[in-house]
Structure formats: C-alpha cells, structure tokens
C-alpha cells in the first residue's frame, strides 16, 4: 500500500503530489502583475506574505511536524487585522473533466499570548484560476471564521467579477483583485464546525476535498472531514480570456487574520488530481 495516496481519495490521473519533506514543491507568494516598474502593483498584492516551510515548533510543546513526517506548507500573516498571506502553484490541465485538489490542513493564530486565541483567525480559503479557449473562470472557497469579532464557522463563496485594471503603459497587462474581504457570499446550508483544541499551542489536522469541473469551468463539491457540499448551483468569478493563459490550471490558498495577531496555516501534503 502507498502509505502516503492512502490518505487521499484521487480521481484518475494525479498531475502532483506534493509531500513537502521534499521542499516547496512549486508553491510560492501570489504577487500582482506589474510593467516596467513594481510600483504597478495593485495595492491590494503589494504586502502578500510568501510560503515557508514549517516544523511546527511552538514554544511550550516542542516541534509538533506535520500530520506525515517534519515539515508542512505555513502561510503566516502579519500581526495586523485584515492582512492575508498567500501561496499559489502555477499549473496547465490537458483534458476536461473533473479536478480535484485534497489536502491537510491546521489552522491557528500566532501563539504569542496565553489565551486561547481562536476569534484572533478571520478565515482561511483555497481557490482555481482557470482558463479555456473562452472564458477565465475562479472557483474560490473561503471558510470565514470570525468576522466583525463574532465567530461565524461558514463556507462562502464569490461570483462577482472585481474591476480589471490595465497595469503599466503598453495596454497589454491587466490585473484585478480577487480576494477582497468584501463579496463573499455564504454557501447555503454550509455551516460547520472546525477541530480547535483547547490551546493555540495545539494542532489538529483537518481534510479538504474541493473538486471543479473543466466542463463547465465551475463549482461542482467540497468536502470538509465527514462534511460534504455539492456547489454546482453556484457560480464562480467569470471573466474574458486573457491573452497567454491557455490551459491555466493555478491552485492557491489564503489565510487571513482577524485581528493584530499573525494568523497561521499549515498545510500538510497536497494532491491534485484529475478524471482521465
């Protein structure tokens, strides 16, 4: 038996399967397009906060590792309400059909205070920017933890096409901000209910299955440890092609703080697969 695909629940055909004892695996920061100056970054890009490995070590526990082996994928945000920390991995699909992106995956604030810290994360989320001959379309999920200071513990999606600007002189870049805060939209019936143990020292790993199909460049399922939502009644963010992004196939997650306290995501071994 594969003691690390035992673990997952592939389709067909893997395209990766990242174990990240091995290193980054391809994951690094999301940065907004620029032309000729890095100033033409869209403001909200310009303070994304890149991936690093992580073994876990916190200060009254020792080093926890990851779910499998030493290290994990940590996004970590700054101590400032609001900041986001991203990591993307730049792919390309070869056929229609399902994908399907499964990980691990533990969420929690900076262990900087003896307090347990769980209204400090405002949410976590993962998305796919993909494109066809046609369209570009962006599944994205978000389980929105606390907002306004209030715990919430909802899956929320988006489907509004943020404004598109043209970056730099040439006409030919255009960037837009896809993670804004504002425009979530909650997935109906999707309240759930996360592992969060009793310290912020404490870390408990949790499954995520969210699976899109080629077909229709859309939202077909998400699965959460034993919960399962089918999301192929809602739309994703839809916008015309761009030149140069045939075949895009791009995974990200996000993690964002909720309050001035560095906000924490570990993600332990990912698997994209696909239907054959």
């Known amino acids: 038996m594969d003691t690390f695909l035992s673990k ?9 399967a990242d174990d990240f004892d091995r290193g980054m695996c391809g994951w690094s920061e999301l940065i907004g397009n620029y032309e000729g100056s890095l100033d033409t970054i869209l403001p909200p890009f310009r303070d994304h906060r890149p991936p690093m490995l992580s073994s876990a070590t916190m200060w009254d526990t020792g080093t926890a590792g990851a779910l499998s082996g030493t290290y994990s994928l940590k996004l970590a945000t700054r101590a400032r309400a609001g900041h986001m920390a991203v990591a993307i991995k730049r792919a390309t699909w070869r056929a229609r059909g399902l994908i399907q992106m499964e990980c691990y ?15 400090d994360v405002g949410g976590f989320g993962v998305l796919f920017d993909l ?5 570009r379309a962006m599944p994205h999920l978000r389980y929105c ?7 919430r513990y909802q899956w929320q999606y988006r489907d509004e096409l943020p404004e598109r600007h043209v970056v730099g002189a040439s006409g030919e870049i255009r960037s837009f901000y ?4 504002r425009g979530w939209k909650d997935i109906p019936n999707a309240g759930q209910r996360l592992c969060y143990n009793e310290l912020p020292t404490k870390i408990n790993w949790h499954y995520l299955r969210f699976t899109c199909d080629l077909h229709t460049m859309g939202y077909a399922e998400l699965q959460c440890n034993d919960r399962v939502f089918t999301l192929s009644d809602l739309a994703p963010i839809r916008a015309p092609n761009d030149a140069d992004l045939w075949c895009m196939l791009n ?14 995501l570990y993600v332990d071994s990912v698997v994209l697969s696909l239907e054959a």
């Open 131 to 135: 494109q066809d001959d046609e369209q």
């Open 105 to 119: 995956f533990a969420l929690k604030p900076e262990p900087s205070a003896l307090a347990l810290g769980d209204r």
């Open 8 to 16: 997952f629940t592939p389709l067909d055909r893997i395209l990766f």
């Open 251 to 264: 995974t990200a997650f996000f993690v964002e703080t909720a309050t001035d306290r560095r906000a924490f």
């Open 145 to 151: 933890n606390v907002a306004d200071g209030a715990p």
């Open 178 to 181: 896809h993670l804004d805060p």
